[in-house]
């Protein structure tokens, strides 16, 4: 059962990271790095790159969704990190980017790092057969907290949020869309024959809610950044969120960790969220477009002090 999750989990990361690179480059030809407004989602829904990009996408959730019903949270989440890898090439193609030296170590980073952080973490958590009811009503309050603050930011610093806030936002958000999917896939299970009515409403509504802003955030990322970025947010922040809410609240922690291990945990997390944030910084599409933003204000004044002829 574990192997076929893994297995499913594998071919979602792929249907992920293709999925990212068809939509981030439809997003970007249709706003040419500017700020995604209601109208360009509206085209873009009537792009057929764009919705092939979304289709890939969903069956790459579904296939995650059913991987993390039957293997444990700690195990699944992570394995999404080979979609960066597959990202990275496939728009360094598409695009005519040569990859350079900063971003193979960003991209080291985010994988060596995740890696170790999930490889510690299986060795010190046990799965949770049964999740009570306020602790799922915890993880729904904590996740509207989030909702709310990423939301009330987004209206206020829209125009100023850069790719990376963008994408640390649906990182977390889809964090906590992972875990409430595998408790609600365990009450589905449940041997009471009642189904979907095991499961409570709020946790349907936070999922949505969740789902729906942290899916904006990812399109306004594609527009400020490379697709490389949004899948190296969502394949690190998301399972980290995720193994961090299964120690905290669902109890996933064994009693006989030791610090060093903790200590360990923690220097692996930080390796690879510095490496999402080096790849922000670094990406050889990121710098191209500092480079023209450069080029573009250089010649506004020029242009503005030209003497008419």
């Known amino acids: 059962m574990v192997w076929f999750a893994v297995l499913l989990a594998v071919l979602g990361a792929f249907c992920l990271a293709i999925g990212a690179q068809r939509q981030g480059s439809a997003v970007k030809a249709d706003t040419g790095g500017l700020a995604l407004s209601n109208h360009g989602m ?36 992570p394995i999404g990190a080979i979609a960066l890898v597959i990202t990275t090439i496939v728009n360094a193609k598409d695009q005519g980017l040569s990859i350079n030296r900063a971003t193979v170590v960003a991209i080291s980073a985010c994988v060596t790092g995740s890696a170790l952080f999930v490889i510690l973490a299986v060795n010190v958590t046990q799965e949770t057969h049964q999740v009570s009811s306020s602790d799922e009503l915890t993880i ?119 610090a060093v291990t903790a200590i360990a945990m923690g220097a692996a997390g930080s390796l690879a969220i510095v490496g999402v944030i080096a790849l922000s910084r670094h990406h050889p599409e990121v710098t191209k477009r500092k480079k023209d933003a450069r080029k573009a204000a250089g010649r506004v004044p020029q242009d503005v002090n030209r003497p008419q002829q």
């Open 140 to 258: 729904v309050l904590l996740l509207a907290l989030a909702v709310g603050l990423f939301g009330t930011l987004a209206l206020v610093f829209r125009h100023r949020m850069s790719a990376f806030i963008y994408i640390l936002g649906a990182g977390i958000l889809f964090g906590f869309v992972a875990v409430l999917t595998r408790i609600i896939g365990k009450h589905l299970l449940e041997p009471n024959g009642l189904g979907i009515l095991n499961v409570p409403w709020y946790s349907v509504v936070a999922i949505v809610a969740a789902g729906v802003l942290g899916s904006w955030f990812v399109q306004n990322a594609y527009s400020g950044g490379p697709p490389d970025l949004v899948i190296a947010g969502l394949t690190v922040i998301d399972p980290i969120v995720g193994i961090a809410i299964g120690i905290t609240i669902l109890g996933e922690l064994r009693p006989d960790v030791h």
């Open 42 to 77: 509206l085209r873009l829904i009537r792009n057929p790159r764009w919705v092939f990009g979304l289709l890939l996408l969903a069956v790459g959730m579904a296939m995650n969704a059913v991987a993390l019903v039957m293997a444990p949270l700690t195990v699944v989440q």
